[in-house]
Structure formats: structure tokens, C-alpha cells
């Protein structure tokens, strides 16, 4: 356990700036998109069982904290908020800006 660990504080020494801040937004990406998804999975339940709900505009939120690819995945896999079109839109362009700001910094940093 020792030896992983001082080997991954090695590799870690080993990236330059850029491929931290990555690696930041990258792990941010993945933590904010599972408590996005949640979010929605918790909402629906709630809605079938006619209980308090998450307010909308918590939904329409989350993604742009850079949860865009669990909001995606709460509208088409969890099958929420498919009839409100500007959940979807709102989804999708999180999404592109997210994407967009990881593009930008893989260019420019």
C-alpha cells in the first residue's frame, strides 16, 4: 500500500500545470455530473410518489456547476423532465460550454 502510494505522488509530481488543472476539472466533472444525476433519479422518485420535489430551477442549476453530463443522463436515462423542452436545451448547452472550457484550456494552457 506504501509503495502505490509514494509511486502515485511520483507520477503526480511528474505533471505540469496544465495537466493538473485538467485532471481537477476532469475529477470535478465526473463528482458534480454523479450529484446531477442523483438530483434528478431523487426528483423522479419523489414525483411518483407525489412527495416534496426539488425545485426546477435546482434542476436547470446543476448542470452548468459543471454537471452537464449527468443532467444529460438524468433527461435520457432516468427518463426525467423529457416533456419540458428547456430541460433538454438547458442540458445540452451546459454540456457544449463544458466541453468548450476543457477544449480551451487543452489549447491554450
Known sequence: MEIQFASLILSLNSLTNKEIIILILGILEVVMSIF?????????????????????????????????????MGIYAVRHKTHHWYFPLNNMLALIAQVSLFISLFVLL
Open 36 to 72: 446531477t444525476l442523483l438530483l434528478y433519479k431523487i426528483d423522479k422518485n419523489r414525483a411518483k410518489h407525489r412527495k416534496w420535489r426539488i425545485k426546477e430551477v435546482t434542476l436547470l442549476l446543476f448542470p452548468w456547476l459543471m454537471g452537464g453530463i449527468g443532467g444529460f
